[in-house]
C-alpha cells in the first residue's frame, strides 16, 4: 500500500503549495488507499462465506447435503 500511495504521487499532476500541503496529501492518500484495501478484503471474505455455505438438496427420501 505504500508503493501504492508514492505511485500515485508520482502519477499526480498536482504542484503542491508547500512540502507541508504535499505531507497532508500523502497522509490522506495512504489512509484512503489503506480502507480501500480493507474494503475490498472484506467482500473477498464475504464472497468466500457465501460460496462455502453447504445447500441442501431435498432428494425423496433422503436428504443430501452438498459442499
Known sequence: ???ETFLKLM???K???SEEHA???LIVT???TCKNEL???K???ENIKV???PTIELTSPRYFVRI
Open 1 to 3: 500500500m505504500v508503493q
Open 11 to 13: 502519477n499526480c499532476e
Open 15 to 17: 504542484q503542491f503549495e
Open 23 to 25: 505531507r497532508a496529501w
Open 30 to 32: 495512504a489512509s484512503n
Open 39 to 41: 474494503r475490498r478484503w
Open 43 to 45: 467482500r473477498r471474505l
Open 51 to 53: 460460496v462455502s455455505q
